[in-house]
């Protein structure tokens, strides 16, 4: 399938022009390339392709300076091919998993669609395919219906830019606070979503657990989303899901688990250092020490950190407590 230089296909242009065209936003070559970022001549190619071969009763109003049509006209599905269909009933089936009861009627629904796809050439049905194929994913944390109607509503507030105001229990406290926030991004993460915006109460962009908020209301007051945020960039050098103090960790393991860390696909930030003894060194950029000392202690004494002396010192801690629950004599 042919693709653009920003690796959308014709198709996916076709159908955002159509859609654009079909919600009377009268949009014009211009317009659309900077939407599509692509040239105006390929938008040209494209109206053609959609007034020709599609049959589209497609005009240009010069009052209102864009394209309409003249009459009710609908585009056809495209066709999948089965490749496509069981991707979609893959990531249909990982939804299912981490959604919980936000979009059951819904999911049923396409999974019903989807099976009747599946089949429709004798080769491969839903059932089959889920026998073949699983994902094992922590069960959604929370309580299922709550969750579900809060990511509902912080869903329509994130996309409308609307804020909300919510009761929330941190993991330190037993008392609920009331917060206002601007809902940026929602991100699912070891078996929980969490809700990252801009906190009115702490006048800056915090991270939210859904299930710890225990009423929220969508209001009508607007936020404006900030144009210099990014998901990706508020969140670099996290483990997990929790911020923090910026920290340059080292944590050598033994040529017995070295296997298994070379086989891991580095991040940005991460690498690797080779040891004559057949160990490494495994190297980070990270944001807080919180999750990174969790997941160094789950290799036990394969593992030692270097740095940062905070990292380290926490470590002598954690085994002194453990000495001290199995009964074992503490170093000198």
């Given at each position: 399938m042919t693709k653009d230089r920003t690796g959308r296909s014709v198709i996916v242009r076709i159908w955002t022009i159509y859609t654009?065209?079909?919600?009377?936003?009268?949009?014009?070559?211009?317009?659309?390339?900077?939407?599509?970022?692509?040239?105006?001549?390929?938008?040209?190619?494209?109206?053609?392709?959609?007034?020709?071969r599609m049959q589209a009763p497609l005009e240009y109003d010069r009052l209102r300076r864009g394209y309409y049509f003249t009459k009710d006209f609908s585009m056809p599905t495209p066709n999948l091919t089965e490749g496509e269909i069981i991707s979609l009933f893959l990531g249909l089936k990982l939804m299912s998993q981490v959604e919980g009861l936000t979009y059951k009627t819904e999911l049923g629904s396409l999974r019903e669609k989807l099976e009747c796809l599946l089949g429709s050439d004798g080769k491969l049905s839903g059932p089959q395919l889920e026998e073949l194929i699983s994902f094992d994913i922590e069960p959604l944390r929370g309580e299922d219906r709550?969750?579900?109607?809060?990511?509902?509503?912080?869903?329509r507030a994130a996309r409308e830019c609307l804020q909300v105001r919510m009761f929330y229990q941190s993991i330190s406290t037993e008392t609920s606070m009331k917060r206002v926030v601007h809902p940026y991004h929602l991100?699912?993460?070891?078996?929980?979503?969490?809700?990252?915006?801009?906190c009115s109460f702490r006048n800056e962009v915090r991270i939210f657990a859904v299930d710890r908020i225990r009423d929220l209301e969508v209001l009508t007051e607007k936020f404006d989303?900030?144009?210099?945020?990014?998901?990706?960039?508020?969140?670099?050098?996290?483990?997990?899901?929790?911020?923090?103090?910026?920290?340059?960790?080292?944590?050598?393991?033994?040529?017995?688990?070295?296997?298994?860390?070379?086989?891991?696909?580095?991040?940005?930030?991460?690498?690797?250092e080779e040891l004559p003894d057949g160990g490494v060194v495994f190297k980070a950029e990270v944001s807080g020490l919180t999750e990174i000392k969790q997941w160094a202690l789950s290799f036990g004494g394969h593992a030692e950190v270097l740095e940062p002396e905070e990292?380290?010192?926490?470590?002598?801690?954690?085994?002194?407590?453990?000495?001290?629950?199995?009964?074992l004599e503490s170093t000198p």
């Open positions: 654009l065209i079909k919600n009377r936003q009268y949009p014009d070559c211009r317009k659309l390339a900077v939407k599509l970022e692509v040239s105006p001549r390929t938008i040209e190619r494209d109206i053609e392709l959609l007034r020709d709550r969750v579900a109607e809060h990511l509902s509503g912080l869903r991100r699912f993460y070891d078996g929980a979503w969490y809700l990252i915006g801009f989303y900030p144009a210099d945020f990014n998901i990706e960039k508020y969140l670099e050098g996290v483990w997990g899901i929790m911020r923090g103090q910026p920290f340059q960790a080292a944590i050598r393991f033994d040529s017995f688990q070295a296997r298994w860390i070379r086989e891991r696909t580095l991040r940005d930030g991460e690498n690797l990292l380290r010192e926490e470590f002598r801690q954690e085994v002194e407590r453990m000495r001290e629950i199995y009964g």
